[in-house]
């Protein structure tokens, strides 16, 4: 199974539209080409750029929140739309894993959601030439937080009550067994935790999760059960607070 077909069979069904974009076009998956990306891992930077302007010129109006996602990343929907609850969507946001490098962005991997004005902006911004030229192949996630930063959207708070993460750079064993990169330690906003404190109960992303681990994750949160337990333990709540910036 194909890392997209995972996607598309598992978490992105709850989402109320998504979006494919491919290098190559594909009617019958469906995926969509847009005129302008330059094909290749190195020019993501292009992609980003032509499918955020895709978006504001075709479904800026339709939504409130968009999430761009990765094909190896697993996203609990329902986590993430009670997150988003909290928020406007008049309001200029942008939230996912904060990393604290580059003048503050959030990552790519994880996952992050735009507000409805955060988009306009950021469209607006690209559209106008404004931004760096896709042809410069900068990390698209540096990228589009140096972007925003300059329409006056900064990375959004995303801990949870007990303070722990809830958008995730890395899969779910490597923060279960703590195995961090050295560029995760650079990075990362927010002090790292260990074991099953190094995720909210209601976490929203995991990166790097592979077709087999979306299947394991769908059965795992939609269909086994513990004998016993509530159908939804809670022992956590979303939280969030604004911090100075």
């Known amino acids: 199974m194909s890392k ?3 996607v598309r069979d598992t978490w992105s069904k709850r989402c109320d539209k998504t979006v494919f974009i491919s290098d190559e076009a594909n009617d019958t998956f469906p995926a ?3 005129s302008g990306i330059i094909p290749g891992y190195q020019h993501l930077w292009s992609k980003s750029v032509h499918s955020v302007i895709y978006l504001h010129k ?3 109006d339709q939504f409130d929140w968009f999430l761009k996602s990765d094909d190896d990343n697993y996203v609990i929907v329902e986590n993430l739309k009670a997150f988003l609850a909290q ?3 008049r309001d200029p946001h ?3 894993k904060r990393f604290k490098t580059h003048g503050g962005y959030n990552s790519g991997g994880a996952g ?3 507000s409805r004005e955060a988009l306009s902006r950021l469209g607006k911004h690209l559209i106008g030439g404004n931004c760096e030229n896709v042809n410069n192949t900068p990390a698209e996630d540096v990228a589009i937080g140096k972007c925003l930063r300059e329409v006056g959207v900064v990375p959004g708070y995303t801990l949870d009550s007990e303070q722990k993460e809830t958008f995730h750079a890395l899969s779910l064993h490597h923060e279960l067994e703590h195995v961090y990169p050295a560029w995760m330690l650079q990075y990362t906003y927010h002090p790292l935790k260990q074991g099953m404190d190094c995720c909210s109960n209601l976490t929203i992303s995991f990166h790097y999760t592979s077709p087999g681990e979306m299947l394991a994750m769908e059965y795992l ?4 059960r513990v004998f016993g337990e509530s159908f939804y ?10 911090e100075n910036r």
Do not use: C, D, E, W
Not at 233 to 240: A, F, G, Y
């Open 233 to 242: 333990p809670q022992s956590s709540t979303i939280h969030r607070h604004y």
């Open 221 to 224: 949160l939609y269909h086994a």
């Open 94 to 96: 942008v939230f996912g």
């Open 58 to 60: 075709n479904y800026l």
């Open 112 to 114: 992050y959601v735009m």
């Open 32 to 34: 969509i080409n847009i």
């Open 87 to 89: 928020s406007s969507p």
């Open 4 to 6: 997209a077909k995972a």
